[in-house]
């Protein structure tokens, strides 16, 4: 089955730890993206990656950090510079040609304690 | 900024068709126009989207007006499964390119 994998889906942090959520595709999409949604909100965009060892930052950078070593896979790091880290974290994956639609995983739910 | 203009919400009965409106009057010539739909606590899923021309599939038809300023989803036969949050999005995937999703429109389908 091809799909976006986020794990886990509810994730418990305590306040002042930094955490790394897992996102992985095997679409063999080259652009990946992270999003975060709060209740009763849209989603806004933390950081994207077009291509490995490459990626720009989204409307809401500020504590948080990616990497994208490799093509399948992008994780995101929620560190304790971020002031309010409980949220609802999407990740979704597309081809770089102009118009192809974005496909989005699970979802993990952090709640920082 | 918001591209798109949505109502919160809106109902239907089951078995009628969903018409779901979006207004986008600032798109730009090679914007798309995306739908997705979030079923509480799930990742969005696509429908559907499409440039200038009218587009169909097995799940939704988009009608985009000649002017492109605005456009209607339409779920032919809602049934209580399409109950959702249903955002409509300007802009376009590829390099060095992002959606922005806003606050969608609540769809309700009643029994």
């Known amino acids: 089955d091809g799909g976006i994998t986020q794990s886990p889906k509810y994730l418990f942090r305590k306040e002042g730890q930094n955490v790394t959520l897992s996102c992985e595709q095997n679409?063999?999409?080259?652009?990946m993206y992270w999003y975060r949604q709060d209740p009763g909100q849209g989603l806004r965009l933390i950081y994207y990656s077009q291509i490995v060892n490459d990626f720009q930052k989204g409307d809401i950078a500020e504590g948080y950090s990616v990497s994208r070593e490799k093509k399948e896979s992008f994780p995101l790091t929620v560190t304790s510079a971020q002031k309010n880290p409980t949220a609802f974290y999407l990740c979704?994956?597309?081809?770089?040609?102009?118009?192809?639609?974005?496909?989005f995983g699970p979802g993990t739910r952090l709640t920082v304690l | 900024d918001a591209k798109t203009t949505q109502p919160p919400s809106m109902d239907c009965a089951e078995g009628r068709a969903a018409n779901l409106p979006c207004n986008h009057s600032t798109i730009s010539g090679n914007e798309y126009v995306y739908w997705y739909r979030q079923i509480h606590s799930q990742g969005p899923q696509y429908i559907i989207h499409?440039?200038?021309n009218n587009e169909t599939n097995e799940m939704a038809s988009l009608i985009i007006t000649e002017d492109r300023k605005s456009s209607t989803l339409i779920l032919p036969h809602a049934t209580l499964r399409d109950t959702a949050v249903y955002y409509c999005i300007v802009g376009y995937t590829g390099a060095n390119s992002k959606l922005t999703f806003g606050k969608g429109i609540t769809l309700s389908v009643r029994p």
């Open positions: 499409g440039l200038k």
């Open positions: 979704a994956s597309s081809n770089r040609e102009i118009g192809n639609e974005q496909f």
């Open positions: 679409l063999n999409h080259d652009a």
